[in-house]
């Protein structure tokens, strides 16, 4: 069985510039995850979806985040512009309905703001 | 404010000793626990789960004991090995998943 498969591994911006990541969840996994991870802390939960849906997005900061899955399958999560505070690892992860104990991650994407 | 709180960030342990991973939360509210693995340059993998309903939960060599009236879990790992040589998230369900900032467990030869 595929995992979560995102992409870009790691990229590298400048401040106030934009970036994308990209993300495909488990196969029949109808819940997706944004989490986002800074050196030395655990991941936050920047947006979850159900189906193509949003559940919860209260910790998304929407003057500068915007997260979509329009087909209920993939999902992108984009910054723009970015700022140095954003610099972390990007997780996502899904899991079936009803199996939000265990969610299975994404090896993640490393975003640099420099 | 943590809500979650693992306050030792790292700790080693010699191989085949047990390891005791230790985590404590703020809100008595909270009913389901998760621990949560990670190697370096991948995701976390869940680990282990615990209910409220009950104090203890085994799976292998992986136990996790729940104190509910202190406000405490811990994870015991048993005996330990060198690929458990790894970060170790404890997390609450909220109903959102709420991490801690990890402890690093280092399995010495």
């Known amino acids: 069985e595929a995992g979560v498969a995102q992409s870009p591994r790691y990229k590298i911006i400048e401040k106030r510039q934009s970036v994308a990541f990209w993300c495909n969840p488990i196969s029949g996994h109808a819940t997706l995850y944004w989490y986002q991870q800074i050196l030395g802390q655990g991941p936050k939960l920047l947006i979850q979806?159900?189906?193509?849906?949003?559940?919860?997005d209260s910790q998304l900061p929407k003057d500068r985040f915007s997260a979509e899955r329009l087909k209920g399958v993939d999902s992108t999560l984009k910054i723009q512009p970015a700022k140095l505070e954003d610099s972390a690892v990007y997780l996502c992860a899904s899991s079936l309905i009803g199996g939000e104990e265990k969610l299975f991650f994404g090896s993640g994407t490393q975003l640099s703001v420099l | 404010d943590q809500q979650v709180k693992q306050n030792s960030p790292s700790l080693s342990v010699q191989e085949g000793r047990i390891s005791i991973l230790n985590c404590d939360y703020t809100n008595s509210m909270f009913d389901y626990f998760l621990w949560y693995k990670k190697y370096p340059a991948e995701g976390p993998t869940f680990l282990i789960s615990?209910?409220?309903?009950?104090d203890k939960n085994e799976d292998g060599r992986f136990t996790v004991f729940l104190n509910k009236s202190a406000k405490h879990l811990s994870l015991h790992i048993v005996p330990s090995q060198p690929g458990d040589s790894a970060v170790y998230f404890c997390a609450a369900i909220t109903p959102e998943i709420i991490f801690g900032k990890g402890t690093r467990l280092h399995i010495l030869p």
């Open positions: 615990i209910s409220s309903i009950k």
């Open positions: 979806f159900q189906n193509n849906g949003v559940v919860d």
